[in-house]
Each structure stands twice: as C-alpha cells, then as structure tokens.
Antibody, heavy 121, light 111 residues
Framework: EVQLLESGGGLVQPGGSLRLSCAAS????????MSWVRQAPGKGLEWVSG????????NYVDSVKGRFTISRDNSKNTLYLQMNSLRVEDTAIYYC??????????????WGQGTLVTVSS | NFMLTQPHSVSESPGKTVTISCTRS????????VQWYQQRPGSSPTTVIY?????PSGVPDRFSGSIDSSSNSASLTISGLKTEDEADYFC??????????FGGGTKLTVL
C-alpha cells in the first residue's frame, strides 16, 4: 500500500522558515502529481499547493503565494514544501497527498499522517 | 473562484441510507471532477470517492458518488450505515486554473 511519511514540522516564530518533506514509497512517484493540504486546529481542509508529476507545473493558494515553494525530487521519491515568512495563521497540520493523475493535481487518493506546524512567539 | 457548500451536519440511524450534498456556487459541477474525503476524529483524511464516482480499492460499495447538473451539486450516498461511518466528510473540486476548493465539511452522526 502507498506510504507517505511527512517530516519537518515544529514550532517556529512568526517570520521564520520551515521545510517540510514527504517521503513516498510503494508506488511510482514520478507518475503522479502531489499536493500539500493543511488543517488548522478545529477547522476544515485547505489546499495549499500542488505539483505535477514532472515538477514542471505548480500551483498555490493565494494566501501562500510568494512565501511557500513546492518542489519534488523524483530521484529521491520525495516531495517538499519550503515555507518562508511564516504567519500565525499558517499554524496547522500539513498533509502530503498523492494525486489520482500525472498532470495538474485534480484530487487525492492517498494521504499521509500529517506534520504539525505551529507558528507562535 | 467558486465555493462548495455542504450541510454542517447530518444524522441517521445504523442500517439506513444518508446522502450528503455539495453544491457549487458558480460554474458547472460537471466541468471538473469532485472528490469526497472521510476524516474520523483524531485521524488523517482518507479518500472514499474520486473522479465523481470512483471508489479507491478497499472502500466498500456502500459508498457511492454522483453528480446532478440540475442542482449543480455532487452527492455522497452511504447505505447500510455503520457506527464506524461516523466522521467528517469533505467534498473537493478545482477550477479551470487547477486551483482547488474544499467544501466546509459535514459531520455525520450515526445514532
């Protein structure tokens, strides 16, 4: 079964940076788009960013544009999310997710267990 | 961009059938695939329906998805309700720029 293992979460001060990683296994990583989805405490799901299977196409929710960068290393089967200029409102569990398609991300079929990012002074 | 509106909560008895709606505010619901995710308390989400009506392997056929263009909505139907189906359910779709939208979620209570 598909495995997605996130890491890199933690406590950071406003204005700080974090880099999330997601190690993927048990599927051909390069054949699928990937996304990051977050969930603030007690709230619903919010899509953050997605990347195509090749890494050549990326998309972001408006609130993180210019601050977050999604990338992937297909040789290492790993997805990344570089988060800069973090704000209190970025506090959430961040989920790595495998897409059903190769091209632009359309929808998720597998989710990771999530990593908690807390932005606080 | 558009919004996806779900009922805040629904409840039904074990063994019965429940339907959760997801209404798209603008643009056609049929233009872009709809997915449905289940999140049990304290757990990560899982996918129960993708591409409007497809079930991932391992998801029982008690779960089904449909699209209704007349009401511009998608629906998730769960038949033969079990207590283990009690969870939050989220619909999701995307626009023509591939920007995603999630519904606000529906809390299903099985009592």
């Amino acid at each position: 079964e598909v495995q997605l293992l996130e890491s890199g979460g933690g406590l950071v001060q406003p204005g700080g940076s974090l880099r999330l990683s997601c190690a993927a296994s048990r599927f051909t990583f390069s054949n699928y788009a990937m996304s990051w989805v977050r969930q603030a405490p007690g709230k619903g799901l919010e899509w953050v960013s997605g990347v195509s299977g090749s890494g050549g196409s990326t998309n972001y929710v408006d609130s993180v544009k210019g601050r977050f960068t999604i990338s992937r290393d297909n040789s290492k089967n790993t997805l990344y999310l570089q988060m800069n200029s973090l704000r209190v409102e970025d506090t959430a569990i961040y989920y790595c997710a495998k897409d059903v398609s190769y091209g632009p991300p359309l929808g998720i079929d597998y989710w990771g267990q999530g990593t908690l990012v807390t932005v606080s002074s | 961009n558009f919004m996806l509106t779900q009922p805040h909560s629904v409840s039904e008895s074990p063994g019965k059938t429940v339907t959760i709606s997801c209404t798209r505010s603008s643009g056609s619901i049929a233009s872009n695939y709809v997915q449905w995710y289940q999140q049990r308390p304290g757990s990560s989400p899982t996918t129960v329906i993708y591409e409007d009506k497809q079930r991932p392997s391992g998801v029982p056929d008690r779960f089904s998805g449909s699209i209704d263009s007349s009401s511009n909505s998608a629906s998730l139907t769960i038949s033969g309700l079990k207590t283990e189906d009690e969870a939050d359910y989220f619909c999701q779709s995307y626009d023509d720029s591939n920007l995603w939208v999630f519904g606000g979620g529906t809390k299903l209570t099985v009592l």
